[in-house]
């Protein structure tokens, strides 16, 4: 009996295998978002664009501003789903691993981006995408249920 024990302690949650299978099509979806080519991806960040000229002109404030804060405001909200995925896809990894792999994973996108003639690698993307990571990290830790154990018998 206490093999069959042994094997049921060790089962991966559906929590975690779903959030492993769910980084399958976030990783595709990332990829085509950064890697497109710019007119490709003007579609994307056109949203970005038109949001920042609208609150731009709504309240007097410059177009490079607004635009610089909404875009940073992407790239935060872009990896948050990635740090959500990998802590919950491996829940007993060290956060500080997740954060490097976010900080890795961002920094690799820009090193690609350099090769493509019509993309922008910034520091500031890298800055951006590793607070996303964070803060989708944290949010699992913080909301995610703790295992409930046996109570203790007097």
Known sequence: ????????????????????VLLIPYGIVLALIVWLPGSAASRVTGIVFRVARFVSERFDV???????LF???????LFVPFGLLVAAGWPRT???????????????IELVQTMLPSRYP????VIANTLGTIIGCCAVRLFAQKPRGRPATA
């Open 62 to 68: 410059s177009l490079s501003t607004t635009y610089t």
């Open 94 to 108: 060290n956060a500080w691993w997740i954060i490097l792999l976010g900080f890795a994973a961002s920094a690799a």
């Open 122 to 125: 910034t520091l500031s993307d």
């Open 1 to 20: 009996m206490l093999p069959h024990k042994l094997v049921c302690m060790s089962r991966t949650p559906a929590l975690a295998i779903a959030a492993r």
């Open 71 to 77: 875009e940073f405001t992407a790239n935060i909200a």
